[in-house]
């Protein structure tokens, strides 16, 4: 079939456009995977496959599955377990949850909790009524009950109350000694119609209170609380140790220091807390425990290093100057940690020098370990990626390849490789911009055998992409040169490391769906932004002009249709352009922002904190106050130059939006009617930043098609354009 007859991507493509779920596991001995996969239409369906494709069996809407031995779990709608073997599949009504571990089941139904151990097929009611929270480790139950905690050990066959005023979540430590909750906190007064607002309050708007995180001794019920007033739970594994940390106002730290931040080291097999760190100028995140729980690490910002506790000696060290750890060897012996581009090894006594593995700065490659001797890698010029391993005693390649398996940086880590515990097989996902996200298997990284074969794309007129000087391009599958296409500029930070990722068609939260425009005939370039501290209006725009003057140059570009679109921070850039560039026949901004002093001074509507740190230090980056540099301010604040606005806009913003004002993008609206501009704004009430709800999105992504079909390809105006 030739690519001009394939059908064109519509609104309704979404909703038949089978997708790879994000969820998926392989089971101990590497023999089976389950996977999910699915359209809107459809719902997901699970799949239960055999690693040599001998046995593949679909169960359409099972959810929540897992392997426990030889047998498979998971739930249907309706309350219904099914439990499949090798030869035969279960189904066990009425249950509404479950929990597994050592083939002990613990089932959940309306008015019972029941164990069942799966090897004798013997059931045990352990409690009648009902249960609001469940932890199991195959031996040991606690359950709660309205506030209540419950225990019962298989062994002693009898239900102890725990506490009387508990509301989880539940955690057995790892020895299975002890038991963490938290506890029910007071009810929050009733609102006072009359608030005092002070200029020392540490919040503008007082958080929920911070629940009380307790352990409790199995052996003699004695209670131990965690965190005092004041602080709360940072870090908690099962170990014997949980750090805790002051209670800050984070978004504020960096110039509200009435609390300081400051860890704290909970042995709650003594209870004793000791304080390990303070930093008064800047937060001590992320921090963590070493595996066997002999040291305690934390990134010190004021030192750029990544410090270690040893707890036997109460020795602190500065490690590395890095920006992360990734794993620990046995007995915690040694360390690999991150930094920018590379992989290093450790020892967390400082007895030895650290030693770099991977010298990916050398060869513009950045690894990450994934698994003990497999990296991660990702070429940061030809965007390649693929996977490297330690064998005898350095670093080789496995696979780099122009596409994306897995990189551990949002967007790109939403298919992460998984291991079987019992054997060195892997189970991975590999995309193209052109290709959806399928599974492989593999036990090399060299050799890798197909699981799913999912193309979506395959019926329709797709897209091409290509890595530019200023960004990523997309062109229709079928692309003719020696036509002339509508451009719409797309954009929001970064682009280029998005090369290979695959983008399936959806309705709009707020953004341009990509493929839906390119197969329907418009080039799409997203170019690479990055802001200038104190400039972020200029230098974000002149990259985009920048790509627009590259375009330009081709024969094919119809100079005279180019539009911009933008949510977010990209809609702040399309506000900031149209005020100073003529450029353009169309622009669209979805929830952005156009005066940085009101902004600055507002404060977001549904947590009630102060808008100043993103602007002073987040991604609107000032760098400063708007009373001491208000000329830098001015020169951001697009609602400042409306009166320099020739290009059709329309906006969309809505009323319950968190992260920007809604009044934000009321202002440029008035202030370009005032000046009988053509502008557009479309709100949806009751929606926030991004639109959730279809019935919205579908609505708003006709609107925005048709907005740029009339000024980018001449089409009609839609009745709603019209004036009335």
């Not at 909790?113 to 045990?124: E, Q």
């Not at 209870?271 to 992320?286: D, F, H, M, S, Y």
Request: hydrophobic letters at 35%; glycine letters at 6%.
């Amino acid at each position: 079939m030739a690519w001009s007859q394939k059908p064109l991507i519509t609104n309704e493509s979404y909703r038949t456009w089978t997708r790879l779920s994000s969820n998926y596991g392989i089971r101990n001995d590497g023999q089976y995977v389950w996977y999910q996969y699915g359209s809107p239409a459809t719902g997901d369906i699970l799949v239960l496959h055999k690693a040599d494709h001998t046995d593949h069996r679909e169960f359409p809407r099972g959810f929540n599955p897992t392997f426990s031995d030889k047998r498979f779990l998971f739930q249907l709608p309706g309350d219904t377990l099914a439990i499949v073997t090798a030869d035969s599949v279960a189904y066990w009504p009425a249950i509404s949850t479950y929990a597994i571990a050592q083939q002990q089941l613990i089932l959940q139904k309306s008015d019972t909790l029941v164990w069942t151990d799966l090897n004798t097929g013997r059931s045990k009611t352990i409690y009648e009524g009902p249960v609001s929270q469940v932890a199991f480790n195959g031996q040991q139950l606690a359950f709660i009950t309205d506030q209540t905690l419950r225990y019962y050990q298989r062994e002693v066959d009898t239900i102890r109350i725990l506490h009387d005023s508990c509301m989880g979540p539940l955690q057995f430590s790892r020895d299975g000694k002890r038991i963490t909750c938290q506890l029910l906190t007071d009810k929050q007064p009733t609102p006072e119609k009359i608030r005092i607002w002070h200029y020392q309050d540490n919040y503008l708007q007082t958080p929920p209170p911070v629940p009380t995180t307790v352990v409790i001794r199995l052996d003699d019920g004695q209670t131990l609380p965690v965190n005092v007033p004041g602080t709360q739970v940072a870090y908690q594994d099962g170990g014997r140790y949980i750090i805790t940390q002051n209670s800050l106002n984070y978004p504020e730290y960096y110039w509200n220091k009435a609390v300081i931040s400051t860890l704290y080291l909970v042995d709650t097999e003594t209870g004793t807390r000791k304080t390990i760190a303070a930093n008064r100028e800047q937060l001590l995140v992320p921090i963590s425990i070493s595996p066997g729980e002999r040291f305690m690490t934390w990134y010190d910002p004021s030192s750029q290093y990544i410090r270690c506790y040893e707890i036997a000696t109460g020795h602190t060290r500065d490690l590395l100057k890095g920006i992360g750890i990734a794993q620990w060897t046995a007995g915690d012996s040694t360390v690999f940690m991150h930094t920018t581009e590379d992989v290093w090894q450790v020892d967390p006594t400082g007895a030895k020098p650290a030693v770099n593995l991977t010298q990916g700065k050398q060869g513009h490659t950045i690894f990450r370990l994934l698994f003990p001797g497999i990296f991660a890698a990702f070429d940061t010029k030809t965007k390649d990626n693929g996977f490297w391993r330690w064998n005898n005693s350095r670093l080789v390649p496995c696979t780099m390849d122009a596409c994306l398996y897995y990189w551990p940086q949002y967007p790109l880590d939403q298919y992460k490789p998984i291991k079987a515990k019992d054997t060195t097989i892997y189970l991975l996902q590999r995309m193209q911009a052109t290709e959806s996200p399928n599974l492989l298997l593999t036990d090399d990284f060299i050799h890798f055998t197909p699981v799913t074969n999912i193309r979506p794309e395959a019926d329709y007129n797709w897209l091409t992409v290509t890595l530019t000087k200023e960004g990523l391009l997309y062109k229709p599958t079928n692309f003719d040169p020696q036509k002339k296409y509508p451009v719409i500029f797309h954009y929001y930070e970064r682009s280029k490391d998005y090369l290979h990722r695959y983008l399936p068609p959806a309705l709009s939260e707020g953004p341009l769906n990509v493929p839906a425009y390119v197969s329907n005939g418009y080039i799409v370039c997203i170019p690479e932004i990055r802001t200038k501290k104190g400039h972020p209006g200029k230098s974000a725009a002149k990259a985009v002009l920048g790509a627009a003057k590259y375009l330009s140059a081709f024969p094919w570009v119809d100079k005279q249709k180019m539009g911009l679109q933008g949510h977010s921070f990209g809609g702040y850039i399309t506000n900031y352009i149209i005020t100073h560039s003529d450029l353009f026949a169309a622009a669209q901004a979805s929830a952005g922002p156009v005066n940085f002093f009101s902004g600055y001074g507002a404060i977001r509507k549904i947590t009630g904190t102060a808008m100043q740190q993103l602007y002073e230090q987040g991604q609107n980056n000032m760098g400063v106050t708007p009373w001491d540099r208000p000329g830098l301010y001015s020169k951001n604040s697009p609602v400042i130059r409306a009166n320099r606005v020739h290009t059709p806009l329309l906006l969309m913003h809505n009323d319950n939006d968190n992260a920007v004002p809604f009044a934000q993008s009321i202002e440029l609206f008035t202030a370009l009617r005032r000046l009988q501009q053509p502008v557009w704004l479309i709100q949806y009430r009751d929606e926030g930043h991004q639109l959730f709800r279809d019935p919205q999105k579908l609505d708003f992504s006709i609107r925005q098609q048709q907005f740029f079909d009339h000024y980018l390809k001449g089409t009609p105006a839609p009745d709603w354009m019209k004036a009335h």
